[in-house]
């Protein structure tokens, strides 16, 4: 049952990646969990994605490992390809999708990716390739179409960074940083009370928040780099 259940979960996975999602993001992630509960060594577990996750599922329990008053940075969850970008000297020299494929002239042809920084720097960035003005399945459909031409234009498609990877900057110094390297960032809010949380989910519900973005739900982040580093999971999806 477990193999079956793992094999599901895969090909599941495959599909999405490819830009054929079968199924939606929750029963995805319902079928993960349930695999979780029953084979937590399972194989799926321990691919290598060179890209990091994030935790999704009961955010509830997630909030519940925090104090009450807790820096938070709320950001849309995107719904495309995550990307992650690579510069060396300030030029961009590689792009790779989550697991890591080099994808460096498919993502060299979206008009807001910058091939060369206005410092030189060597620098990792994580984020989404997304597109304009769709719903969330046709722009993660469109997203993973592009990754796979042979001849892609980068029509109708954007990146938004989200993350310098193995920076030691907080997340909002981050969201700063990367705006004036010349990057899209998200929007974002903060809040210092867990109990807002419900509040904004509650205006995303009702299309009054981050409504530009082609997205099925938003993300909560824990600002202070210091407590990031002594929490197990430091930043949560949530799904709606």
Same mark, same amino acid.
């Given at each position: 049952?477990?193999?079956?259940?793992?094999?599901?979960?895969?090909?599941?996975?495959?599909?999405?990646?490819?830009?054929?999602?079968?199924?939606?993001?929750?029963?995805?992630?319902?079928?993960?969990?349930?695999?979780?509960?029953?084979?937590?060594?399972?194989?799926?577990?321990?691919?290598?994605?060179?890209?990091?996750?994030?935790?999704?599922?009961?955010?509830?329990?997630?909030?519940?490992?925090?104090?009450? #008053?807790?820096?938070?940075?709320?950001?849309?969850?995107?719904?495309?390809?995550?990307?992650?970008?690579?510069?060396?000297?300030?030029?961009?020299?590689?792009?790779?999708?989550?697991?890591?494929?080099?994808?460096?002239?498919?993502?060299?042809?979206?008009?807001?990716?910058?091939?060369?920084?206005?410092?030189?720097?060597?620098?990792?960035?994580?984020?989404?390739?997304?597109?304009?003005?769709?719903?969330?399945?046709?722009?993660?459909?469109?997203?993973?179409?592009?990754?796979?031409?042979?001849?892609?234009?980068?029509?109708?498609?954007?990146?938004?960074?989200?993350?310098?990877?193995?920076?030691?900057?907080?997340?909002?110094?981050?969201?700063?940083?990367?705006?004036?390297?010349?990057?899209?960032?998200?929007?974002?809010?903060?809040?210092?009370?867990?109990?807002?949380?419900?509040?904004?989910?509650?205006?995303?519900?009702?299309?009054?928040?981050?409504?530009?973005?082609?997205?099925?739900?938003? #993300?909560?982040? #824990?600002?202070?780099?210091?407590?990031?580093?002594?929490?197990?999971?430091?930043?949560?999806?949530?799904?709606?």
């Amino acid at each position: 049952m477990y193999a079956n259940l793992s094999k599901t979960i895969k090909e599941f996975d495959v599909s999405y990646r490819k830009g054929r999602a079968k199924i939606s993001d929750q029963e995805f992630d319902s079928l993960v969990r349930n695999l979780k509960r029953i084979d937590p060594n399972n194989s799926y577990f321990h691919q290598n994605k060179v890209l990091p996750s994030m935790g999704n599922g009961n955010y509830e329990e997630f909030l519940e490992t925090l104090l009450p #008053v807790t820096r938070l940075i709320l950001t849309p969850k995107i719904d495309g390809c995550a990307v992650g970008l690579m510069y060396s000297k300030g030029k961009l020299i590689k792009g790779i999708t989550r697991k890591g494929k080099d994808k460096t002239e498919a993502l060299k042809t979206i008009e807001n990716i910058p091939h060369k920084l206005p410092i030189n720097i060597y620098i990792q960035i994580r984020g989404e390739l997304y597109g304009h003005g769709l719903i969330p399945t046709k722009s993660q459909a469109l997203a993973g179409g592009h990754l796979r031409k042979k001849i892609p234009t980068g029509e109708g498609l954007s990146f938004c960074s989200f993350e310098i990877l193995n920076s030691e900057l907080n997340k909002h110094t981050q969201l700063i940083q990367l705006k004036k390297l010349g990057f899209e960032v998200p929007e974002h809010i903060f809040t210092n009370y867990l109990s807002e949380v419900d509040i904004y989910r509650k205006l995303w519900l009702e299309g009054k928040l981050f409504s530009s973005y082609p997205m099925d739900g938003f #993300v909560l982040t #824990v600002n202070s780099r210091k407590l990031q580093k002594q929490l197990y999971q430091y930043q949560y999806a949530i799904k709606c």
